[in-house]
Protein backbone atom coordinates (compact mmCIF):
# COMPACT_ATOMS: atom_id res chain seq x y z
CA UNK A 1 0.00 0.00 0.00
CA UNK A 2 0.93 3.60 -0.29
CA UNK A 3 3.13 4.98 2.93
CA UNK A 4 2.83 8.46 3.39
CA UNK A 5 5.13 10.41 5.46
CA UNK A 6 5.22 13.72 6.63
CA UNK A 7 6.80 16.55 8.37
CA UNK A 8 6.95 18.71 10.56
CA UNK A 9 4.49 16.95 13.52
CA UNK A 10 4.46 20.72 15.44
CA UNK A 11 5.19 23.82 14.08
CA UNK A 12 5.12 27.42 15.73
CA UNK A 13 5.30 30.27 13.19
CA UNK A 14 4.70 33.84 14.32
CA UNK A 15 1.75 35.87 12.88
CA UNK A 16 2.32 37.10 9.45
CA UNK A 17 5.20 34.34 8.58
CA UNK A 18 5.34 31.34 6.34
CA UNK A 19 4.64 27.88 7.12
CA UNK A 20 5.46 24.93 5.48
CA UNK A 21 4.66 21.48 5.98
CA UNK A 22 5.62 18.37 3.51
CA UNK A 23 4.46 14.73 2.73
CA UNK A 24 6.63 12.39 0.82
CA UNK A 25 4.96 9.37 -0.76
CA UNK A 26 6.27 6.00 -1.90
CA UNK A 27 3.22 5.10 -5.14
CA UNK A 28 5.09 6.63 -8.06
CA UNK A 29 2.13 6.27 -10.13
CA UNK A 30 -0.03 8.22 -7.70
CA UNK A 31 -1.06 11.39 -9.67
CA UNK A 32 -3.70 13.44 -6.98
CA UNK A 33 -2.58 15.21 -3.76
CA UNK A 34 -4.96 16.76 -1.21
CA UNK A 35 -4.27 18.64 1.49
CA UNK A 36 -6.78 18.80 4.62
CA UNK A 37 -6.94 21.28 7.34
CA UNK A 38 -8.85 19.56 10.59
CA UNK A 39 -9.79 21.77 13.79
CA UNK A 40 -10.24 20.01 17.21
CA UNK A 41 -13.37 17.61 16.79
CA UNK A 42 -14.15 18.43 13.20
CA UNK A 43 -14.05 16.61 10.12
CA UNK A 44 -11.28 17.28 7.58
CA UNK A 45 -11.98 20.04 4.84
CA UNK A 46 -10.22 20.19 1.92
CA UNK A 47 -8.13 23.80 1.62
CA UNK A 48 -6.04 22.90 -1.58
CA UNK A 49 -5.24 19.71 -4.02
CA UNK A 50 -2.95 19.29 -7.44
CA UNK A 51 -3.10 17.13 -10.01
CA UNK A 52 0.40 15.48 -11.68
CA UNK A 53 0.09 17.41 -14.47
CA UNK A 54 1.44 20.44 -12.77
CA UNK A 55 4.21 21.51 -10.63
CA UNK A 56 2.45 24.22 -8.23
CA UNK A 57 -1.16 25.59 -7.78
CA UNK A 58 -1.99 28.68 -5.68
CA UNK A 59 -5.28 29.69 -3.76
CA UNK A 60 -4.45 33.15 -2.24
CA UNK A 61 -2.64 32.31 1.12
CA UNK A 62 -2.07 29.18 0.55
CA UNK A 63 -0.33 27.14 -2.32
CA UNK A 64 0.89 23.55 -2.84
CA UNK A 65 4.01 22.29 -5.01
CA UNK A 66 4.50 19.03 -6.37
CA UNK A 67 7.98 17.39 -7.49
CA UNK A 68 7.01 13.97 -8.64
CA UNK A 69 10.41 12.69 -9.42
CA UNK A 70 11.12 13.39 -5.94
CA UNK A 71 7.65 12.25 -4.68
CA UNK A 72 7.23 14.93 -2.10
CA UNK A 73 4.67 17.66 -2.18
CA UNK A 74 4.36 20.39 0.29
CA UNK A 75 2.07 22.73 1.66
CA UNK A 76 2.58 26.64 2.00
CA UNK A 77 1.24 28.46 3.90
CA UNK A 78 2.11 32.97 3.70
CA UNK A 79 1.12 35.72 6.28
CA UNK A 80 -0.55 33.21 8.59
CA UNK A 81 -3.03 34.13 10.64
CA UNK A 82 -4.07 32.68 13.71
CA UNK A 83 -7.41 31.34 12.61
CA UNK A 84 -4.67 28.95 10.45
CA UNK A 85 -3.74 27.41 13.78
CA UNK A 86 -5.44 23.43 13.21
CA UNK A 87 -3.98 20.03 12.35
CA UNK A 88 -3.17 19.54 8.65
CA UNK A 89 -2.79 16.51 6.48
CA UNK A 90 -1.99 15.42 3.71
CA UNK A 91 -3.13 12.88 1.97
CA UNK A 92 -2.30 10.57 -1.29
CA UNK A 93 -4.97 7.56 -3.16
CA UNK A 94 -2.63 4.94 -4.34
CA UNK A 95 -3.23 4.85 -7.78
CA UNK A 96 -4.52 8.25 -8.65
CA UNK A 97 -7.77 10.04 -8.52
CA UNK A 98 -10.43 7.31 -8.55
CA UNK A 99 -12.25 5.05 -6.07
CA UNK A 100 -9.47 4.74 -4.29
CA UNK A 101 -8.90 5.28 -0.60
CA UNK A 102 -7.28 7.87 0.80
CA UNK A 103 -3.78 7.26 3.01
CA UNK A 104 -3.53 10.22 5.64
CA UNK A 105 -0.34 11.40 6.61
CA UNK A 106 0.34 11.51 10.37
CA UNK A 107 -0.37 15.36 10.50
CA UNK A 108 0.65 18.82 11.18
CA UNK A 109 -0.37 20.65 14.74
CA UNK A 110 0.29 23.99 13.12
CA UNK A 111 0.25 27.11 15.78
CA UNK A 112 0.18 30.27 15.09
CA UNK A 113 1.50 32.94 17.82
CA UNK A 114 -0.34 35.92 18.16
CA UNK B 1 -21.62 21.88 -2.95
CA UNK B 2 -21.94 17.77 -1.90
CA UNK B 3 -22.92 17.34 1.41
CA UNK B 4 -22.42 14.19 4.00
CA UNK B 5 -24.76 14.27 6.70
CA UNK B 6 -23.64 11.88 9.80
CA UNK B 7 -25.56 10.43 13.39
CA UNK B 8 -25.31 10.62 15.82
CA UNK B 9 -22.44 13.30 16.65
CA UNK B 10 -21.70 12.32 19.79
CA UNK B 11 -22.35 8.99 21.36
CA UNK B 12 -22.17 7.78 25.38
CA UNK B 13 -22.94 3.73 25.66
CA UNK B 14 -22.54 1.30 28.03
CA UNK B 15 -19.68 -1.39 27.71
CA UNK B 16 -20.96 -4.34 25.68
CA UNK B 17 -23.71 -2.45 23.95
CA UNK B 18 -23.70 -1.73 19.62
CA UNK B 19 -23.87 1.54 18.63
CA UNK B 20 -24.78 2.38 15.15
CA UNK B 21 -23.88 5.48 12.86
CA UNK B 22 -25.09 7.07 9.81
CA UNK B 23 -24.04 8.47 7.27
CA UNK B 24 -25.73 9.89 4.64
CA UNK B 25 -25.24 11.67 0.61
CA UNK B 26 -28.13 14.02 0.83
CA UNK B 27 -27.16 15.44 -2.98
CA UNK B 28 -25.30 13.13 -4.52
CA UNK B 29 -25.02 8.90 -4.94
CA UNK B 30 -21.68 7.80 -2.51
CA UNK B 31 -20.77 4.82 -4.56
CA UNK B 32 -18.57 4.10 -2.18
CA UNK B 33 -18.19 5.08 1.45
CA UNK B 34 -15.11 4.67 3.67
CA UNK B 35 -14.57 4.89 7.31
CA UNK B 36 -12.46 5.98 9.21
CA UNK B 37 -11.30 6.06 13.29
CA UNK B 38 -9.17 9.07 14.83
CA UNK B 39 -7.94 8.64 18.03
CA UNK B 40 -6.97 11.74 19.89
CA UNK B 41 -4.06 13.36 18.36
CA UNK B 42 -3.66 10.57 15.71
CA UNK B 43 -4.38 10.50 12.12
CA UNK B 44 -7.39 8.98 9.99
CA UNK B 45 -7.22 5.53 9.60
CA UNK B 46 -9.00 3.83 7.07
CA UNK B 47 -11.27 0.83 8.80
CA UNK B 48 -13.30 -0.66 6.14
CA UNK B 49 -14.45 0.57 2.05
CA UNK B 50 -17.86 -0.23 1.17
CA UNK B 51 -19.47 -0.19 -2.34
CA UNK B 52 -23.54 -0.04 -2.56
CA UNK B 53 -24.77 -3.27 -2.50
CA UNK B 54 -21.78 -5.37 -1.91
CA UNK B 55 -19.51 -6.62 0.82
CA UNK B 56 -17.29 -3.93 2.54
CA UNK B 57 -12.98 -4.29 2.25
CA UNK B 58 -11.93 -4.05 5.87
CA UNK B 59 -8.22 -3.42 6.31
CA UNK B 60 -5.69 -4.98 8.07
CA UNK B 61 -6.44 -5.57 11.81
CA UNK B 62 -9.94 -4.08 11.48
CA UNK B 63 -12.50 -6.75 12.73
CA UNK B 64 -15.19 -7.19 10.54
CA UNK B 65 -17.58 -9.04 13.15
CA UNK B 66 -16.97 -6.43 15.33
CA UNK B 67 -17.70 -3.35 12.93
CA UNK B 68 -20.46 -4.31 11.10
CA UNK B 69 -20.87 -1.92 7.50
CA UNK B 70 -23.60 -2.20 5.72
CA UNK B 71 -24.35 0.17 2.05
CA UNK B 72 -27.48 -1.21 1.21
CA UNK B 73 -28.24 2.22 -0.65
CA UNK B 74 -26.42 5.09 -2.84
CA UNK B 75 -26.92 7.16 -0.07
CA UNK B 76 -27.06 5.99 2.86
CA UNK B 77 -23.94 3.67 4.90
CA UNK B 78 -24.06 2.70 8.31
CA UNK B 79 -21.35 1.60 10.90
CA UNK B 80 -22.13 -0.63 13.80
CA UNK B 81 -20.19 -0.91 16.43
CA UNK B 82 -21.03 -4.00 18.52
CA UNK B 83 -20.08 -5.24 22.04
CA UNK B 84 -18.42 -1.80 22.48
CA UNK B 85 -15.42 -1.56 24.67
CA UNK B 86 -13.50 1.43 26.27
CA UNK B 87 -11.06 1.00 23.71
CA UNK B 88 -13.34 1.55 20.99
CA UNK B 89 -13.75 4.73 21.85
CA UNK B 90 -12.82 7.32 18.65
CA UNK B 91 -13.88 9.41 16.92
CA UNK B 92 -15.64 7.82 13.77
CA UNK B 93 -15.95 9.46 10.14
CA UNK B 94 -16.82 8.79 7.41
CA UNK B 95 -16.13 9.80 3.39
CA UNK B 96 -17.71 9.48 0.54
CA UNK B 97 -16.90 9.54 -3.08
CA UNK B 98 -19.17 9.94 -6.05
CA UNK B 99 -19.54 13.62 -5.46
CA UNK B 100 -18.25 16.08 -8.57
CA UNK B 101 -15.46 17.54 -5.84
CA UNK B 102 -14.05 13.77 -5.24
CA UNK B 103 -14.57 13.04 -1.45
CA UNK B 104 -16.99 14.30 0.71
CA UNK B 105 -16.37 13.52 4.76
CA UNK B 106 -19.07 13.64 7.26
CA UNK B 107 -18.89 15.61 10.20
CA UNK B 108 -17.97 13.00 12.32
CA UNK B 109 -18.96 10.56 15.47
CA UNK B 110 -17.43 11.03 19.06
CA UNK B 111 -18.15 7.67 20.45
CA UNK B 112 -17.14 7.11 24.13
CA UNK B 113 -17.92 3.63 25.49
CA UNK B 114 -18.22 3.32 29.58
Known amino acids: GENVEQHPSTLSVQEGDSAVIKCTYS??????FPWYKQELGKRPQLIID?????GEKKDQRIAVTLNKTAKHFSLHITETQPEDSAVYFC?????????????FGTGTRLTIIP | GAVVSQHPSWVICKSGTSVKIECRSL??????MFWYRQFPKQSLMLMAT?????????EQGVEKDKFLINHASLTLSTLTVTSAHPEDSSFYIC??????????FGSGTRLTVV
Open chain 2, 95 to 104: SARGSPGGYT
Open chain 1, 27 to 32: DSASNY
Open chain 1, 50 to 54: IRSNV
Open chain 1, 91 to 103: AVPPRGFGNEKLT
Open chain 2, 27 to 32: DFQATT
Open chain 2, 50 to 58: SNEGSKATY
